[in-house]
Structure formats: structure tokens, C-alpha cells
């Protein structure tokens, strides 16, 4: 489904990726481990749309995507879940909601999928009229989620999702993100817990300083010297 070749980005004169290429299939999900600055971020904001890639392509399903603005590139099926949640704290948690399904294809259907992220987080339908800036760290990051599975992804790209959140939350937003995937949707996880992301994803790749320097199924990225020695610190 996600096919990234051959992908550069640079910050002015400062390079941040190096010809990156990995794949995500659908109803699979692949993480990308590496340590602090290695690139993660820019590389999901990348496909996002977010940053311009100065090289390479990036394609949803054949369609290459690489130029194209955030919003256009979401027409084609990708949603982003931020480092941070950044939720709209003074509007109510179903208003956020429904700003996720403003593509014409989500809202024609937003009734049903409102339902559908209930069903994935109860606590959002318990807070439905609140405003998302009186929920806790969980809650919003679940309400991130759930805005961005209002849009209807084929791809959800997500940063840091357990990023200040207690374990037991954290577990509760994993348990939600297999479900996402059973339903046929692919995930593409940056994590900051690598043992999580590895337990959660089927394949990974390992970003140093912007490059791809290992892939493969997360058994085996675990059992690579560079993750245990540059990431797990082992």
C-alpha cells in the first residue's frame, strides 16, 4: 500500500533523510526504532506531506504522493496522529471528532464511524461534550486517534503515541491500535518504547542519522547489534 524510495528531506542546507525506502501493507503494522534525532519525526511528517521530500517518491496504493500539500495527501488516505496529541482543548471532544472527517467521503458516513471510535475508546463517548482541554494526557491521545480514524485512513501514521502516558493508558491505546489494524487499516508506529513498538509491529526499520541502516521482521531487527546496542542499549 505506503511505498517510500529513494526519499531525501533536508531543513534548509542541513540534510535529514538519506534516500529512505520501506513499505507498509495494508492491515500490517511497522514501526521505526532509532534513537533521539535520528530523523523519525521529519520522516513522518514527510509522508504526510507535512515537510517536502527533496528527493524520491512516496505512493499510496500506485499514486505518488511526495508533492503534494498535507491536505491533499489525506484525500489519498493517510492520517496523522502527532507527536503531542494537539487537540483543539477549547473545543468539546466530539467537535474534534467531527474536524477528522472533514474529507467528503467521511462525512457522508461520519455518523457510523463516530460510533466505531467509541466503541474503540468508551471514555470519549463519556466525554463527549467536555472540552478536550480538560481531559487528561490519555484521554486526548486517545481522542487523536480517534480524530484521525474519523477521516476514513487507508494509512495512520503515528508519532510517539505513548509519549507521557502511564502504563496502563498505553496499553489501553495499543489494545485500540490492533484493532485499527485488524480492520484492514495499515499503521505505520514511530515509538519512543522500542520494546513496545516491536511487540506491536509484524516488520520495523532502524533510522540512524537519517538512514535506513536495518529492516526486517521485529524479531530480527531485536536480535541486530545496532538496535541493541544503539537504541535498547545493551
Known amino acids: 500500500m505506503l511505498e517510500v524510495r529513494g526519499v531525501d528531506a533536508r531543513y ?9 525506502a520501506l513499505d507498509v501493507a495494508a492491515a500490517e503494522t511497522v514501526c521505526i526504532v532509532g534513537p533521539n534525532g535520528a530523523g523519525k519525526t ?3 511528517q514527510t509522508i504526510a506531506g507535512l515537510h517536502p521530500a527533496a528527493a524520491g517518491t512516496i505512493t499510496i496504493e500506485g499514486v505518488d504522493i511526495a508533492r503534494l500539500p498535507g491536505h491533499h495527501v489525506c484525500d489519498h488516505g493517510v492520517a496523522t496522529v502527532p507527536e503531542g496529541r494537539r487537540v483543539f482543548g477549547h473545543m468539546t471532544v466530539r467537535d474534534n471528532l467531527l474536524l477528522g472527517a472533514y ?20 471514555r470519549l463517548r463519556e466525554r463527549a461534550t467536555q472540552h478536550a482541554g480538560s481531559l487528561s494526557g490519555g484521554e486526548q491521545q486517545m481522542l487523536a486517534i480517534g480524530r484521525a480514524l474519523m477521516a476514513l485512513p487507508r494509512l495512520l501514521l503515528l508519532d510517539e503515541p505513548s509519549l507521557g502516558l502511564a502504563p496502563v493508558v498505553v496499553d489501553e491505546v495499543f489494545d485500540a491500535l490492533k484493532a485499527v489494524t ?7 508506529l514511530v ?7 516491536l511487540t ?7 533510522l540512524i542519522e537519517g538512514r535506513i541502516v536495518a529492516a526486517g ?5 531485536r536480535d541486530t547489534a545496532e538496535v541493541r546496542q544503539r537504541v535498547l542499549g545493551m
Open 12 to 20: 534548509g542546507d542541513a540534510q535529514a533523510l538519506w534516500d529512505v
Open 42 to 44: 521529519t520522516l513522518v
Open 103 to 122: 474529507r467528503r467521503a467521511a462525512r457522508a458516513v461520519h455518523r457510523e464511524t463516530e460510533a466505531r471510535v467509541y466503541e474503540l475508546f468508551p
Open 182 to 188: 485488524a480492520s484492514g487499516v495499515g499503521v505505520l
Open 191 to 197: 515509538e519512543q518504547d522500542v520494546e513496545r513498538a
Open 200 to 206: 506491536a509491529s509484524s516488520r520495523g526499520y532502524l
Open 217 to 221: 521482521t521485529t524479531a530480527e531487527l
